[in-house]
């Protein structure tokens, strides 16, 4: 038997080795109802005021912006016939969808717009004209057709001959009066036209004879 060795015996190391423990994945917690209204009872405060702010200020703006009154003036197209001022002309044909678009392209143009805009006096109109903040001087014709235009519709009624003017403003007096008078202008037009026609043809008569 060997006894205990001091001096010069070799060393002998065990090697020990960590346990791991390893814990089973846990399923996420979702966000349930219950912590949605638990983080609405949270802030309740806070979103009721963003709640009443929104209501105001949406208040607010719907009365700052101005009414506008709609008016409307109906015009009735008849068609035209072939020969003016002859009585044994047959009937004319009745109004296509194309003609009724050019009649709208007429009531809708800038001419018609200029003429009644100076009958009326609008380009003095702050409602259309606003004047320059220093110089006090009215702008030039084209932007007060263009906010005139911009408050005019003008539309055929289904598959008619009858067209409705409409004029938006915020005098429903000078609504009125707007579309009564591009309806009056564009009658006289048709009439002016009507006459020059009838003229030609007695002009084409007497050369005739």
Same mark, same amino acid.
């Given at each position: ?8 015996? #070799? ?6 080795? #960590? ?5 089973? #994945?846990? /399923? ?73 678009? &050019? ?40 932007? !007060?057709?263009? &906010? ?7 539309? /055929? ?14 005098? #429903? ?6 579309? &009564? ?10 009439? &002016? ?10 002009? !084409? ?5």
């Amino acid at each position: 038997m060997g006894g205990p060795c001091l001096k010069g015996c #070799p060393l002998s190391l065990s090697v020990y080795r #960590p346990l791991i423990a390893h814990a089973p #994945p846990q /399923a996420a917690q979702g966000f349930e109802l219950a912590d949605f209204i638990g983080l609405i009872e949270k802030h309740k405060k806070l979103i009721l005021q963003v709640t009443i702010a929104t209501f105001f200020l949406a208040l607010l703006f719907a009365f700052s912006l101005p009414t506008l009154w709609t008016s409307s003036a109906v015009v009735m197209l008849e068609p035209r016939r072939s020969t003016i001022g002859d009585a044994n002309a047959p009937p004319p044909a009745p109004l296509d969808p194309a003609t009724t678009q &050019n009649q709208i392209q007429i009531l809708t143009s800038s001419d018609l717009a200029a003429r009644v805009i100076d009958d009326l006096k609008l380009y003095e109109d702050t409602e259309f004209a606003r004047p320059d903040m220093f110089s006090g001087e009215y702008p030039s014709a084209e932007p !007060v057709i263009d &906010n005139f235009e911009r408050r005019l519709t003008v539309a /055929a009624v289904g598959l008619s001959t009858t067209i409705t003017i409409t004029f938006k403003s915020s005098d #429903p007096k000078k609504a009125a009066a707007i579309a &009564n008078a591009l309806a009056e202008a564009y009658l006289a037009d048709q009439v &002016n036209y009507e006459n020059e026609a009838t003229d030609r043809k007695s002009v !084409v008569k007497g050369k005739s004879v």
